[in-house]
């Protein structure tokens, strides 16, 4: 059965505020400490609600090729940098172009982290029925339902269709030109199949509005509170407020 996050009981809405909020304070400080903490709370929350080591596998897998990148560009090719820390041919190790691919970094990691974070302590489904629930178009729940399912869906379908094929026979040879035989092969039932399951979801996309004939009813009800209201126009204030606040200074100075 499977097990919602210890954070069920908050609002979607009131933690992506939240997520948003502290990633353009961190964002806007700028400072390593800052955002090393926030990363640190993350993983925190995320063992809280068992899910840390799969935000430790995610985020690696997007963020090293980030970091890498980040690297490359600042850090071993800086031209710019004057205290040069080693240098042979076109590469040119500078302090101050670490530093840059540092603070890149972080403020990656910090996006990243957060962002994954929010998707596995929101429900799906209660996010849905949140957008539903509000003022929003109906059609806005409907497309962000299908997008939040649209992937694992594929993924799951193109992994029947191979075990399909595999079990017909057909032989696959090894390196780039048996990758790129698969997904010829795999591509045309997977486009079909979609289109068909286009087709059967019009259904759905009647009742959500589409186009709009009149209120719906809502079926599914999402637990909220005035205390969390309240959070999240702090929140919000906070979010649009906070880095104004932090980088004003620096506007005055460069007046």
Request: glycine share 10%; aromatic share 4%.
């Amino acid at each position: 059965m499977h097990q919602l996050p210890r954070t069920g009981r908050l609002h979607p809405f009131t933690v992506l505020v939240l997520a948003a909020a502290v990633v353009a304070i961190t964002t806007a400080a700028g400072r390593w400490w800052l955002h090393t903490a926030v990363l640190a709370g993350c993983l925190l929350l995320a063992a809280r609600a068992r899910r840390a080591g799969k935000l430790v596998r995610l985020g690696a897998v997007i963020l090293v090729p980030a970091w890498g990148s980040h690297l490359l560009i600042h850090g071993l090719v800086d031209t710019g940098g004057g205290h040069v820390l080693a240098a042979a041919g076109p590469l040119r190790i500078t302090t101050e172009g670490l530093v840059t691919a540092g603070q890149l970094g972080l403020r990656t990691g910090v996006l990243v982290v957060a962002g994954l974070l929010c998707s596995m302590l929101i429900d799906r489904h209660d996010l849905v029925a949140a957008v539903d629930l509000s003022s929003a178009p109906p059609q806005a729940g409907y497309l962000l339902a299908a997008t939040l399912s649209l992937l694992p869906r594929l993924a799951q379908r193109q992994r029947a269709i191979g075990q399909a094929q595999a079990l017909r026979g057909i032989p696959l040879a090894a390196g780039p030109r048996g990758w790129w035989r698969s997904v010829r092969l795999r591509s045309v039932p997977l486009v079909l199949s979609s289109v068909q399951d286009a087709a059967d979801r019009s259904a759905y996309l009647a009742a959500r509005g589409f186009p709009a004939k009149g209120a719906h009813t809502r079926l599914r009800e999402v637990p909220d509170s005035p205390a969390q209201c309240w959070v999240r126009r702090v929140a919000l204030g906070a979010m649009v407020l906070g880095p104004v606040a932090l980088l004003a200074p620096t506007w005055v100075g460069q007046g």
